[in-house]
Structures are given as C-alpha cells and as structure tokens.
C-alpha cells in the first residue's frame, strides 16, 4: 500500500511541475527575401523548398521556374516575350506563385516591386476570398495584413498577375506561433527535487526490523 501510495504521490508531483514551469507559447516574425538568400535557394526550379528559423516555406510556379534576377524575382515562363523575373503574362499564360508552410503562421506583410499605379496582383489566402493589390508607383509597394491572415498546415498563399506588366516578389513577413508549451530546463530539476523527497518520505516511513536469534528472519516491532 505504501509503494501504490508513493507512486499516485510521484504522477502528482511530476504533472504539478511539469505544468507550473511550462513556457508560454511564443510568437515570432520571419521574412522571407526572395531577391536575397531566400530566393537564390529556389531560383531555376518550379517547385522548391527554403527553410528559415526552424520553419520551411514552399514556393511553386505555376508554369516554367521560379527566377531570380538583378530586377526581381519572379517566374521565367515556359512560353517566348516572357519577362522572367516578373509574375506577368508576358508568355500568354497568367503566372502565379503558391507558397506553402510547414506549420500553422499569420500572413503579415508582402513587398511587390516593378509595380505601378495602372497594374494590379491578386492574392488568396489560405482559400479566402481574392485581394487585388494595386500598384502605388515604381518604388517597393508594401501591404500589410491583420484579418483573415490565419494560414493552417496544408493550406496555401497564391499570388497572381492580374494586370499590367506583372511585378515582383520581393519578400513576405510570417508570425510563427509555437503551437504547445515547451517546459524549461527548470522543470526536469524541481522534478528530481520533488522525486528525490518522496523517496526520503517513503524510507522514514518503513518501519525498522531487527535480527532474532542467529537466523536471518525478519520481524517487525
């Protein structure tokens, strides 16, 4: 009954603590530089993997390869009078890139540049409705977002020429959220401090036995 006892004592302990010392979910921005590093990974392949901070973004083109170039990045398209580091329709086909991420993140801020006031994008997010970016000069256009922004694993961004000449792909800025509570390294010490003092409650708690006689029999008081 003691060791049943100290055991239930034991699963109590370790939950306590384990709940007590777990860290608070953690939320982080990443932005993902097409015309930087980020980009280069991907350049020349219709379908590629980049991974930044622990989280993998993939980007697909629709038709051709993703590109990029000194003046952008974009998609070189399968068909000729393409401008390749643009998303246009230069080729006769409406380019589009599908972005897809590993975990669950809010989609916060896309840069677009090459792109003027008589040109527009369409952006979808994770299936919602169409947003049509207009184009506010040559200089970089940044768009922000706080609604129906939740992105859920599986799901997808897909940006899309519209009108115009096409753009580029820039960069784009993601909140990562840690999903689960991650317990300190703290946790796992007033754990072994807590096992360690049912341990030595358990032993005072054993009664002392005494030797009778020569044999080896144990008595109880």
Do not use: W
């Not at 980007?59 to 003046?71: H, I, M």
């Not at 000729?80 to 916060?108: A, C, K, R, W, Y």
Request: proline letters at 4%; aromatic letters at 8%.
């Amino acid at each position: 009954m003691i060791r049943y006892k100290a055991i239930i004592r034991i699963f109590v302990v370790s939950a306590v603590l384990t709940s007590v010392c777990a860290l608070p979910a953690q939320a982080f921005s990443i932005t993902f530089d097409l015309r930087g590093a980020e980009g280069a990974v991907v350049a020349e392949l219709t379908t590629g993997p980049v991974t930044k901070n622990g989280l993998t973004v993939t980007l697909t083109a629709n038709d051709g390869v993703l590109n990029q170039t000194s003046g952008g990045f974009g998609i070189n398209a399968s068909g000729g009078s393409d401008v390749t580091h643009l998303i246009d329709n230069g080729s006769g086909i409406t380019e589009f890139v599908t972005i897809m991420f590993d975990q669950l993140v809010t989609f916060d801020i896309l840069a677009l540049s090459s792109f003027t006031s008589t040109e527009e994008a369409s952006l979808i997010i994770a299936g919602g409705s169409p947003i049509f970016l207009v184009g506010t000069g040559p200089s970089i256009d940044i768009y922000n977002f706080s609604t129906n922004n939740i992105i859920p694993i599986g799901q997808s961004v897909m940006l899309a020429y519209s009108i115009g000449n096409g753009f580029s792909l820039d960069e784009f800025t993601v909140t990562l959220s840690e999903s689960t509570a991650i317990p300190e390294p703290a946790t796992f010490v007033l754990l072994g401090i807590g096992l360690a003092g049912l341990g030595t409650g358990y032993i005072r708690r054993r009664r002392p036995f005494r030797h009778v006689g020569t044999e080896e029999r144990l008595t109880p008081f």
